[in-house]
């Protein structure tokens, strides 16, 4: 008997192919880590405009904004806050954009001069999100600065 190869073999290999790749991608997919930036990530996106939006317009309204900088030659971020503020307090969030476990979170702690200095020698290279969430005499204010650690 001999074998002949004709369109009925032709569909039975192409359909086994197609479930053979589609079981791959499925077992793929069950591997590779799909979690969210953040908990409850969506409950924070609701009410998102109305909290940071009034921070922000707070920071907008501010006669010297806030300056965030990078100091690449000793690898610090420099936040600089307007001199005529007091009582400076919050925190500032670090955000690593693709891979929660390094984002940290610090507390502000001003200099006289209202300048606060964060190493970041530590930090991992590439893309992060500096969000600087604080207040002064009760006022609150939300500055961000996206950053590249070199």
Known sequence: MKFRFHWGWAIAVFYTLFVAI????????KSVDHSLVRDNYYDYDVGYEKLIGQKKRNSNSLSVPVKIEYNQSDKSVIIDFPDSLKNISGEVWFYRVNNERFDKKLEIKTD????????????????????????????KYLDEKDMYFK
Do not use: A, C, R, T
Request: no cysteine; aromatic share 20%; net charge positive.
């Open 112 to 139: 006289s001069l209202n300048i606060q200095v964060f190493d970041v020698k530590d930090f991992i290279k590439g893309k992060w999100k500096v969000s600087v969430d604080w207040q002064s005499d009760n006022k």
């Open 22 to 29: 589609m079981v791959y991608f499925v077992v793929y997919s």
